[in-house]
């Protein structure tokens, strides 16, 4: 996504040139290179990152009631080339040792504690990531009918939708909310959105990298960031458009 902004700038500076309007081209070569270099030394990515997921760095205690439910959302599926195997993504991992730290802290209080997985087969691979997911969750010591599977949400979006109507439909009590850090902002939007107070607890924390050279991995956070606030953007215009689903009241879950 950065690439390509860039990309475009650069274009644009190309056209200007051609149309010999020098000091507008001068202009915009200082701002493409302001711009890369901010983003490639760690500057604009550590800002992004850090807005994010500034209400997230302390993991919270969770204090467990009657009837727990720890929502996983899911983070893509890795088809492994040349074979039938299909395993949760690098990125996702964090977000499944988490649950099941969760889950376990949970089942010591004998308490009821159920594991929702939430999230359909986006990558067409097969096989949804919840399905996987569980797989996961279960070589873990996670008992396999203490899991619920959502299998049809493509989209954080959905994820929320979807999970919503499984919290309200067995009367949870209790919810916690598991996704990484960078995500997890949006993720507690939409899921108020749908009447689900939950309680966030971040899988990871993502911050950008201070170099005196560019270097490529901060490129890759900044992009991973702008997605976040595109989600945000994208959110507001469509509630002002009247396009989002009706917002439910938090008690409704």
Known sequence: MSFIA?????????????????????CLSFFLVVIFAFIGTGVIPQYLLERLQVNYEVKPVI???????????????????NHQIIEPTFFSYSRISETASQYNSCEVTNQICKVIISGGDVQNNGISEAEAYKHALVKLGIKANDIITESNSMNTWKNAEFTSKIIKMNKFNNVVLVSSGLHMRRSELY?????????????????????LLPLWYNFAVTDF??????GYIR?????????NNQRQDPGDA
């Open 6 to 26: 860039l990309s475009l700038i650069l274009l644009l500076i190309f056209f200007v040139y051609l149309m010999r309007w020098r000091k507008a081209s001068f």
């Open 225 to 230: 960031a702008l997605h976040e606030y595109i």
């Open 63 to 81: 204090h467990w009631t009657s009837k727990n439910a720890i929502v996983l959302l899911g983070a893509g599926t890795q088809k492994i080339k």
């Open 235 to 243: 959110y507001d215009v469509y509630n002002i458009m009247g396009w």
């Open 191 to 211: 899921f108020k959105h749908f009447g689900v107070i939950a309680t966030p607890v971040r899988s990871d924390y993502m911050a950008g990298k201070p170099s």
